[in-house]
Nanobody, 120 residues
Framework: QVQLVESGGGLVQAGGSLRLSCAAS????????MGWYRQAPGKQRELVAV???????DYADSVKGRFTISSDNAKNTVYLQMNSLRAEDTAVYYC??????????????WGQGTQVTVSS
């Protein structure tokens, strides 16, 4: 079974930067997408950024131009560089990997989350 472990969260002032890392315990076969989600208290979990099959990259409108997702395939690791952070970016950030477990069924793997707190 694949385990995803996030790191890099912390406390930062508005306008500052953080870099999140997500390391997978092993490579995933039939990987469809890998990305980052976040969830603030009392709010639903939302997509932040994702790398999909074909190297397609998508960002939430709220982070476009500020966040950058990247990967290091040799290390089974994905990153999220977060710049120009705002108070509304405060949330628990979760790494996600989506892979086919059958020819038609996708499964989501989740990390435990890392807290990002941005002070205004």
């Amino acid at each position: 079974q694949v385990q995803l472990v996030e790191s890099g969260g912390g406390l930062v002032q508005a306008g500052g930067s953080l870099r999140l890392s997500c390391a997978a315990s092993r490579s995933l076969f039939s990987l469809n997408a890998m990305g980052w989600y976040r969830q603030a208290p009392g709010k639903q979990r939302e997509l932040v950024a994702v790398i999909s099959s074909g190297s397609r990259i998508d960002y939430a409108d709220s982070v476009k131009g500020r966040f950058t997702i990247s990967s290091d395939n040799a290390k089974n690791t994905v990153y999220l560089q977060m710049n120009s952070l705002r108070a509304e970016d405060t949330a628990v950030y979760y790494c996600n990997a989506r892979a086919f477990v059958t020819s038609t069924l996708l499964h989501d793997y989740w990390g435990q989350g890392t807290q990002v707190t941005v002070s205004s």
